[in-house]
Structure formats: structure tokens, C-alpha cells
């Protein structure tokens, strides 16, 4: 940094003193982006096995889908609480009724254990719109657990969440048109009260390890 | 007179223990999961235990509560689960092959409405010719994928 001797305009000291100046703010946006590290800090910590903390929180950008109540669902509907979300399709037989039952077991520990749940939410996204109405997928969801909330939408609408969190499906050919089956990305999704993408649970799920995670993950959180 | 009463009885216990050496697939814990109504289709699981000395391959299922069963797999590579066909599960000599939720599993499409307690019967068909029935129970699903263990033999 240059001294500190004051200049006025049109002064031969003048540019220094600009560039003085636009290097102090430069120094201190560096700091500022700096704290940044401090919130990476929390990347290191270890919340257990099968738990990926995103390097950095993205807050999603809105999204327009339908709820299971059929009214409109976006970041809206999510904001202020915590949601455990799982990708896949009412037409599943094996892995989303585990990732569903799993769910409620998370549920049931954390109440069992005295978490709090006011702000803890569980979503399943059907990302079969063909065969899954708004309908089916609340009966689906409900039988699980009555507060579970799911969610559709067109392709379009999908692609405006999914491609924000690397969420992969495709169909497969079944032996009838109708009967066609998906792949789909298997695991958990963390979204934090701001709809931030904070964290990843890879399947399988064990359940008690989630609650582990998602503890400390809250606990740093606030 | 006697005598011809012995050899029948001799020669009927030999048939059925010949059908009972041919049936050496045991069929273990079968259990349906119960699902959300209107399910598309429905998990079975069980143990196939053969006590044989050859392998023996279970080729197909029936069940007059399903509009077609289907054996498949679930396989979960770089984060994605797909479920893949099988067309034959292949229980080896003297071993075991079980079936349970995340891996391989029964598949009954199109099924009746069935809940916790029921009892759904199942045709199991091996190559051999050999055709098993089975019993199995509905359960509500547990934690990590598994069920009640009540009424264990």
C-alpha cells in the first residue's frame, strides 16, 4: 500500500491514492471471502460414513412443480425447514419403499430420541409424471408416514430441480408400454431451511447413521 | 397276505422318499412386503436353501394374487438403482440363495390388495421340473429394509 499523504484530484498523487484505495476494498472483499474458508471448516468435519457435505450450500434456484395436494410446489413450500428428499416413482417395488420405510425410521428415532422436528421435513419426488398423478402420489407418501409430502411436475419442471442437484433417471423399457420401469438416483438429498443443497447420503441408508449425520450437520448449521 | 401289505408299504415309502430327495430345495422364511395401496407391484423375499448335490435353478413364479411375477435384482451403481431381469436364480449345491429388499428380490405385478397378516400362495417352478408351493405372509417392512421376526420356526 502506498503512504498515506492525502491527494485531491487532478493531483500528481491522486492516481496512487485511487489505486490505495481500490487495493484496501480489494483486501477486505479478500478477507470477507476469506470467512468463507471458516464455513469450508465445516466441510472437515467428519459427520460419518455414507455423508457428503456439498463444498458449498447452493441455494437453489425456484422451481414450479405440483404438489401431492395438486396445488403449486416451489422453494416456497420447502423454505423454513429441513427436508430429507428421494427421487423415484410410485411404480418401484424394491429400492423407494426402502428409501420411503427408511425415511420413517429416521423420523421414529429422532422422536424417540427427543430431536427436534418442528423443522424437519420428508419429500418424495416422483420422477415418473406419466403414471404419477398428484393422487397417487399422496397415497403412496401417506402410507408411509401422514406428514411425508411428495411432488411432481412435467419434464420441464423436473429438470428445473433435478439439474440443480445432479439428480439422474431414465426409463426402461418394460414388458408393456405401461409397464416400464426407471432408473433413478438412490440417493438422499439434504436440503437446508433456505432450500440450500447442503448434503448427500449414499445408499444404502442406515438409518441411525443418517440421524448421526444430520445432527451435526444441523448443529453447525445454526 | 402280510407280506404283500410290507412290500406295498415298502415300495410307497420308497416313492415318497424319492419325492422327497427330488424336493431338495427348502423354501425358508417367505414374506411378501406389505405396500402402499394400489402398489404396481410387491416385493416377495425368502431363502432358498439346497441341500442337494447339484445346483439347482429356480426358473420361474406364479401366484393366483398377481397378474405376472417377475424375478429381478436391484443393482446401484455410481448412485443410480436400476433393477435388472433375472431369468433363472441359480441356488448352488449345498448352499443358499436369499432374497431381500436392496437385492434380489420376487416381483408379483399387478397384485390384489393385500396388507399385514395375509397370506399369499406362490407356485416356485425349478428347471429340473421340480414346482414348489409356498406360503408366504405379508409384513409390514421394519428398519433398514427388513421385517418382523415373529413366529420364527
Redesign the interface.
Known amino acids: 500500500m502506498t503512504d498515506s499523504q492525502p491527494a485531491k484530484p487532478g493531483s500528481k498523487a491522486f492516481p496512487y491514492l485511487l489505486i490505495a484505495v481500490v487495493a484496501l476494498i480489494a483486501l477486505l472483499a479478500g478477507i470477507r471471502f476469506g470467512q468463507q474458508d471458516e464455513d469450508k471448516g465445516m466441510r472437515l468435519i467428519d459427520v460419518g460414513p455414507g455423508a457428503i457435505l456439498m463444498p458449498q450450500t447452493k441455494v437453489l434456484a425456484d422451481f414450479n412443480m405440483i404438489g401431492q395436494d395438486g396445488k403449486a410446489f416451489t422453494k416456497a413450500s420447502l423454505r423454513g425447514k429441513w427436508h430429507f428428499v428421494f427421487f423415484g416413482y410410485t411404480y418401484c417395488p424394491d429400492v423407494c419403499p426402502v428409501a420411503l420405510n427408511n425415511f420413517r425410521e429416521v423420523k421414529a428415532i429422532m422422536e424417540v430420541q427427543g430431536d427436534s422436528l418442528e423443522d424437519v421435513g420428508f419429500l418424495f419426488v416422483s420422477v415418473d409424471p406419466d403414471r404419477d398423478t398428484p393422487e397417487r402420489i399422496a397415497r403412496y407418501v401417506e402410507y408411509f408416514d401422514p406428514s411425508f409430502i411428495g411432488a411432481t411436475g412435467s419434464e420441464q419442471e423436473l429438470q428445473m430441480l433435478t439439474r440443480q442437484m445432479g439428480v439422474v433417471y431414465r426409463k426402461v423399457d418394460g414388458k408393456t408400454e405401461q409397464d416400464y420401469l426407471v432408473d433413478h438416483s438412490a440417493g438422499v438429498f439434504l436440503l437446508n431451511p433456505d432450500v440450500g443443497f447442503q448434503a448427500y447420503f449414499t445408499a444404502p441408508h442406515d438409518p441411525i447413521k443418517v440421524v448421526a449425520a444430520f445432527r451435526k450437520i444441523r448443529e453447525f448449521g445454526e | 397276505m402280510k407280506f404283500g401289505i410290507i412290500v406295498t408299504s415298502v415300495v410307497a415309502a420308497l416313492f415318497l422318499s424319492a419325492n422327497t430327495w427330488a424336493t431338495d430345495v427348502e423354501v425358508k422364511d417367505p414374506w411378501i ?1 406389505e ?9 416377495a423375499f425368502m431363502t432358498l436353501s439346497n441341500s442337494a448335490g447339484i445346483e439347482r435353478k429356480l426358473v420361474s413364479i406364479s401366484s393366483p394374487a398377481a397378474e ?1 411375477v417377475e424375478m ?1 435384482t ?1 443393482i ?1 451403481k455410481d ?5 435388472v431381469e433375472q431369468s433363472e436364480l441359480l441356488i448352488p449345491a449345498g448352499g443358499e440363495f436369499v432374497l431381500k ?2 437385492g434380489y ?1 420376487i ?1 408379483l ?1 399387478r397384485p390384489q390388495a393385500m396388507k399385514a397378516g395375509d397370506e399369499v400362495e406362490m407356485m416356485l417352478k425349478f428347471a429340473n421340473g421340480e414346482v414348489q408351493g409356498v406360503t408366504a405372509q405379508v409384513r409390514k ?5 427388513g421385517h418382523a421376526h415373529h413366529h420364527h420356526h
Open positions: 412386503a405396500a402402499p395401496p394400489g402398489a404396481f407391484a410387491v416385493g405376472r429381478h436391484t446401484i448412485g443410480v438403482a436400476s433393477m429388499p436392496g428380490h416381483m405385478i417392512r421394519m428398519s433398514g429394509g
